[in-house]
């Protein structure tokens, strides 16, 4: 039997423990996004009187939208390709029922939504809102950054997160 990292991650027992770890790092760069607003008082920096919102990293109509279209999408190829035969004849009834109506729509599919969301967030998003804040440069910093060393360290976390 040949052992590949990327086939013993998605045999049953260690991708519980995968997707946990990924949980987690999602967890982590939120927290870290949270604390760069808080510590840092991004807020008090706003130039002009603009409506940016730095509150959360994404906004909830955005994470429901994605998981809407990556429901139907999910649920569209099921039912186009009609696996559910193929599902019950592997697997039986109840365990395919409970694998592909339950933990795949339920768990899977939104651990992957949070994940875009939040790396699309990061990489496209927060430059853009810094950029409409017009926040202001902290010429002062010893490491030369501007003060924008930390928005830089979240876009470096969450690119780690990628090859995760």
């Not at 939120?30 to 604390?35: A, T, V």
């Not at 955005?62 to 186009?80: D, E, H, K």
């Amino acid at each position: 039997m040949v052992k590949h990292p990327f086939l013993e991650i998605h045999s049953g027992r260690s991708s519980r423990w995968y997707f946990c770890f990924v949980s987690g790092l999602l967890k982590k760069i939120e927290n870290d996004y949270r604390n760069l607003i808080q510590q840092h008082d991004i807020k008090s920096q706003i130039r002009d009187d603009n409506t940016v919102n730095f509150d959360q990293i994404i906004s909830t109509r955005f994470r429901w939208s994605l998981y809407a279209i990556a429901l139907i999408l999910y649920i569209g190829t099921f039912v186009i390709r009609g696996q559910f035969s193929a599902v019950i004849n592997t697997v039986g009834l109840m365990i395919g029922f409970i694998k592909t109506g339950i933990i795949i729509p339920f768990v899977y599919i939104p651990i992957g939504v949070e994940f875009a969301a939040i790396y699309t967030s990061i990489h496209i998003d927060l430059p853009r809102r810094v950029r409409r804040a017009d926040l202001e440069m902290d010429f002062t910093d010893p490491m030369n950054f501007g003060g924008m060393y930390y928005f830089g360290e979240l876009i470096r976390h969450s690119y780690y997160m990628l090859l995760f």
